[in-house]
């Protein structure tokens, strides 16, 4: 973990492993590191980053004019899957928050994820800026042969994967803009509206209305594979099929994933589409999981996929 905390301080990059998908890690408070996550994810620069941070007692060096309600969002669900959306600091240049006067910023629950971050903190570090480590509008990798899949041939010789095996959750975190008077969801995750509702008693927002470039992954063509995505058809042989395991697989149709819950559904989802593309499926249809929960995530990054490329 120190070896790879100098690797971040000289610059270079990080990928990680965390609860949610991997992320590709750069010092955040390193423009020239910073510009090669662009570059290897082949990124708009006007897209901001994630500020990952070790522990909450870090969210005041990024954010300014925290609002009680994110102290309380981030003391429920922390390390967790969620983003705040904070106005941000001195520390959080343009080349990080895309050049906006907010920044995002993240605990990750994994072990790996927080030792790194522990590590880069032992050695000077601030935070570490980590999108999904894949190629823009891509899917995001759950695992690290994902990365390496994705990101190989962009690679420098200095840069680094960390091994941490398969994602817990599966679906990239909730990003929730505290900038306002209520929290307002802009993508959606395992931590639900409901969720954030109860612990802060406040009426939660939808995303509407935001600008679209402000969440990247908000865009309508995003985490799609190269296999078209079907929402609305029955399976015929030769697709690619998604659903609960309940729902049984027509004769001559490829089964990619049989979750079992829809946290399941979340925790395999990404693999399967790149299963997809590992066979060289032209097409595969996606039986929805209903209800909410981290359902409405699964929906949302399919209805996305859906779109296509
Ligand atoms: O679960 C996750 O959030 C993963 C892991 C690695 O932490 N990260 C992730 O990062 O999904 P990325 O960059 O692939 O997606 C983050 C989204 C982007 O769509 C970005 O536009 C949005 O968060 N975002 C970041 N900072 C923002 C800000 N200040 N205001 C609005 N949206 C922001
Ligand atoms: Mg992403």
């Known amino acids: 973990m120190a070896s790879a905390a100098n690797v971040l301080i000289a610059g270079d990059l990080v990928a990680f492993p965390t609860e949610t998908v991997y992320g590709l890690g750069a010092d955040a408070s390193n423009s020239a590191g910073v510009a090669r996550i662009y570059s290897v994810k082949g990124r708009p620069t006007d897209h901001p980053l994630i500020v990952h941070i070790a522990s909450m007692e870090r969210m005041g060096d990024w954010a300014s004019d925290v609002p009680e309600y994110a102290i309380t969002l981030a003391r429920n669900f922390w390390p967790g899957p969620m983003t705040l959306v904070l106005k941000r600091s001195e520390l959080a240049g343009d080349f990080v928050t895309g050049g906006q006067d907010t920044v995002g910023v993240r605990v990750p629950n994994h072990v790996i994820a927080l030792a790194l971050l522990e590590a880069f903190d032992k050695a000077g570090g601030m935070g570490v800026a980590a999108p999904s480590a894949n190629r823009f509008g891509h899917v995001s990798p759950t695992t690290a042969s994902a990365v390496v899949e994705e ?8 840069d680094l994967v960390l091994d941490g095996g398969a994602c817990a959750v599966g679906v990239e975190s909730t990003i929730i803009d505290c900038t306002g008077l209520l929290p307002r969801v802009l993508r959606p995750g395992a931590i639900s509206t409901a969720m954030i509702e109860e612990v802060t008693g406040l009426d939660v927002l939808s995303p509407n209305g935001v600008d679209e470039i402000r969440v990247s992954g908000s865009l309508e063509n995003h985490y799609a594979p190269v296999a078209k995505v079907l929402l609305c058809e029955v399976p015929v042989a030769g697709q690619g099929f998604i659903a609960h395991k309940n729902i049984e697989t027509p004769s001559g149709v490829i089964r990619l994933a049989s979750p079992g819950d829809d946290e399941e559904f979340a925790r395999v989802l990404y693999s399967a589409l790149r299963d997809a593309d590992a066979r060289g499926l032209s097409e595969v249809v996606v039986v929805q999981p209903i209800g909410i929960g981290i359902a409405v995530a699964i929906r949302d990054r399919l ?7």
């Open 303 to 309: 209805a996305r996929a859906a779109n296509g490329r």
């Open 151 to 158: 990101l190989a041939d962009y690679f420098s010789k200095d």
